[in-house]
């Protein structure tokens, strides 16, 4: 096992990469979205790491989180020096767990975001304007099928794995229950199979905090200024359930910002709270206020285990050939271990190959985003087994 | 134990309790607080149940928490048929934990508050008008000095006890470092000796909320609509930090409300999001939104272990003959278990004499307020001890 672990250090960068688009759907072919509505054309924004090989077996789809895009790994070739890299830099490149010399990594952007793909903010064809509140509401199984319709697109039938974190790591699992015969590999990260009372009660506190600002105006603000203030409260929300009690503490403590004392005033007093403000205010500028109302409820909706058929759930999947790895971080209070334990216990009761591991970690659900070997080491001895079986 | 702990079921009802008011500190004989600005006169609005013995000796502080009043107990007399008690009534009453039959309880709204005592929306005797944002910074330090000025004032030098949970266990600690030759007994109930960056965190994205508010208006709203919006994410945030993942998942888990489906909108699907809708639009109706702002505040400030002399810390304890009774609960993650120990072990290594018990809930932080037995017996049985010793 050492020897796996030692051949997956982070050795290269992936390189440079390039936002693609893929449109699809056109009326009257549109997608028909799991809520019945329908949605056309749909454009998908993605990048690709890697070559395909001659034998198309080797495609790894990386699903992003709910604030991500596809921008995984490397650099755009015009990036300002200094600019950084892609989201998932440390676990896609040349060497790395998701090794770009043997695996042709895709990542694309989800339905609903706001970095190139199709979502409120894009221009509705039938009005010229963008759908705002007219967006219909979407689930993690519609993020999936877009993802599939660019898989066709791309001449891919078979994907060596699907992985991700968080929100992606969702889309891994409705992959695998979905089209369960295409997915050799699933890799679900800091994830649950049915969204907690608790994860709902936080996305619902960061909606209510967007929609309580007057410049939402009910999702009508494309011609005016956006709900900035809002957008960053929900924001802040978001980032205390992704760090952990333990983090902050190392991070921060009770140290005070620029001064000697507290300044007795409501302006910044401690590191935390000037932390939390640049958070939000940062975030305001890169991304929109109802692709976070969309996603977020795409994220409540989703539940693997309790399903009206013909909806497929977790027990369907009895008979699957798809490998499974789940990881989860000890200190992640939002999609904590026990969720993934019970993902594990799910998958075996169905019979199937699962192999599980906890990753001690004190930085809370983030863990999954920040550079570890020890996730690009067991990614990458996963799919060299998964590749020799 | 057991014959201690069946003395201590809940018997009686407090009966009827009335507000009374107290002022103090006419200028020029206001106030000094903490930061060093002045402030009077300062109303207190407070309510007693059970007598004063005639050895003034039977005194028991109760110390509410952030959005707690005065009315720990029993009714008023012109409440409607079907009123709740006060908010420790399980706790207060003949025969209870806080025997009235024994002891003389009071329980005072806190500076800063809106129900009674000085706070931000009482009225400036300086413009007339409510203070709002002229209202001081305050600590839990200014807090308990009021209270000392009430307690002066009903001719009580020495309480058998202080007890008080979240922030109201803050003022029993801060008592007990203050005035520890007037504190026979101290019961910090869900608490911490210093407020944590995680609590911190939460409580700034509270005020980040309110302030995201146009109609806050910096805190001049009494003339206009307050902003209600804001302080309702506000409280929203707050309660999600007061229950546990496991109290939601028992409480409300995925269930949905009204309805057989989801409605893939942004009405209410699930009844976690009806509950936390609920509570902070009930919560604008009692609650002011600057004295959340300056109560966090205050709780944020608090830290029992560094301070700058003359402040005196935990460690200038030493010696005193406060017997101290330290409860948590298991499921609360917003002051842990771990944070009593710590203050176990400070309170231990100043030689003082500790009890502790960690309360086995999984209702979170909350546990405090719900309607335990256990609770009492402890808190009725504690006090045996101290009156014997």
């Given at each position: 096992?050492?020897?796996?672990?030692?051949?997956?250090?982070?050795?290269?960068?992936?390189?440079?990469?390039e936002?693609?688009?893929?449109?699809?759907?056109?009326?009257?072919?549109?997608?028909?979205?799991?809520?019945?509505?329908?949605?056309?054309?749909?454009?998908?924004?993605?990048?690709t790491?890697?070559?395909?090989?001659?034998?198309?077996?080797?495609?790894?789809?990386?699903?992003?989180?709910?604030?991500?895009?596809?921008?995984?790994?490397?650099?755009?070739?015009?990036?300002?020096?200094?600019?950084?890299?892609?989201?998932?830099?440390s676990?896609?490149?040349?060497?790395?767990?998701?090794?770009?010399?043997?695996?042709?990594?895709?990542?694309?952007?989800?339905?609903?975001?706001?970095?190139?793909?199709?979502?409120?903010?894009?221009?509705?064809?039938r009005?010229?304007?963008?759908?705002?509140?007219?967006?219909?509401?979407?689930t993690?199984?519609?993020?999936?099928?877009?993802?599939?319709?660019?898989?066709?697109?791309?001449?891919?039938?078979?994907?060596?794995?699907?992985?991700?974190?968080?929100?992606?790591?969702?889309?891994?699992?409705?992959?695998?229950?979905?089209?369960?015969?295409?997915?050799?590999?699933?890799?679900?990260?800091?994830?649950?199979?049915?969204?907690?009372?608790?994860?709902?009660?936080?996305?619902?506190?960061?909606?209510?905090?967007?929609?309580?600002?007057?410049?939402?105006?009910?999702?009508?603000?494309?011609?005016?200024?956006?709900?900035?203030?809002?957008?960053?409260?929900?924001?802040?929300?978001?980032?205390?359930t992704?760090?952990?009690?333990?983090?902050?503490?190392?991070?921060?403590g009770?140290?005070?910002?620029?001064r000697?004392?507290?300044?007795?005033?409501?302006?910044?007093?401690?590191?935390?709270?000037?932390?939390?403000?640049?958070?939000?205010?940062?975030?305001?500028?890169?991304?929109?206020?109802?692709?976070?109302?969309y996603?977020?409820?795409?994220a409540?909706?989703?539940?693997?285990?309790?399903?009206?058929?013909?909806?497929?759930?977790?027990?369907?999947?009895?008979?699957?050939?798809?490998?499974?790895?789940?990881?989860?971080?000890?200190?992640?209070?939002?999609?904590?271990?026990?969720?993934?334990?019970?993902?594990?216990?799910?998958?075996?009761?169905?019979?199937?190959?699962?192999?599980?591991?906890?990753?001690?970690?004190?930085?809370?659900?983030?863990?999954?985003?920040?550079?570890?070997?020890?996730?690009?080491?067991?990614?990458?001895?996963?799919?060299?087994?998964v590749?020799?079986?």
């Open positions: 096992m050492n020897q796996t672990i030692e051949t997956h250090l982070q050795v290269g960068s992936a390189g440079t990469s936002k693609k688009l893929f449109t699809f759907g056109e009326p009257p072919g549109e997608l028909t979205l799991e809520s019945g509505a329908r949605l056309g054309p749909i454009t998908i924004a993605y990048e790491w890697g070559e395909l090989s001659p034998a198309r077996d080797n495609a790894v789809l990386v699903a992003h989180a709910f604030s991500g895009d596809s921008h995984a790994a490397g650099y755009y070739k015009d990036d300002p020096p200094g600019a950084k890299p892609g989201w998932w830099d676990l896609i490149g040349p060497g790395k767990g998701l090794d770009t010399d043997r695996c042709f990594v895709i990542c694309a952007n989800i339905l609903g975001g706001c970095s190139g793909s199709t979502g409120p903010s894009s221009i509705n064809p009005t010229g304007r963008p759908y705002g509140p007219d967006f219909p509401m979407m993690i199984g519609d993020i999936v099928e877009t993802q599939k319709a660019l898989l066709d697109h791309l001449g891919i039938s078979s994907l060596l794995a699907v992985i991700g974190g968080s929100v992606g790591g969702m889309q891994v699992l409705e992959w695998c229950v979905r089209y369960p015969e295409m997915v050799r590999a699933a890799i679900p990260v800091a994830t649950t199979m049915r969204h907690s009372a608790l994860a709902i009660a936080f996305n619902e506190v960061a909606r209510q905090s967007i929609m309580a600002d007057p410049l939402w105006n009910r999702g009508n603000y494309y011609d005016s200024e956006p709900p900035h203030l809002g957008l960053a409260v929900a924001r802040m929300i978001g980032h205390v992704y760090l952990s009690d333990e983090a902050l503490r190392r991070k921060f009770r140290r005070l910002q620029d000697e004392r507290v300044g007795y005033g409501f302006d910044v007093d401690f590191q935390v709270e000037s932390y939390l403000r640049h958070q939000g205010s940062k975030f305001v500028h890169r991304f929109d206020a109802n692709s976070l109302l996603i977020t409820k795409a409540d909706y989703f539940d693997l285990v309790e399903r009206r058929p013909p909806a497929r759930s977790i027990r369907d999947l009895t008979g699957a050939a798809t490998r499974f790895l789940v990881i989860s971080y000890t200190s992640d209070w939002l999609y904590p271990t026990y969720q993934a334990r019970e993902l594990v216990k799910a998958l075996k009761r169905v019979g199937l190959n699962v192999s599980f591991c906890e990753i001690e970690a004190d930085c809370g659900h983030d863990a999954f985003l920040i550079p570890d070997k020890r996730l690009g080491s067991l990614v990458g001895g996963f799919l060299d087994n590749r020799r079986s």
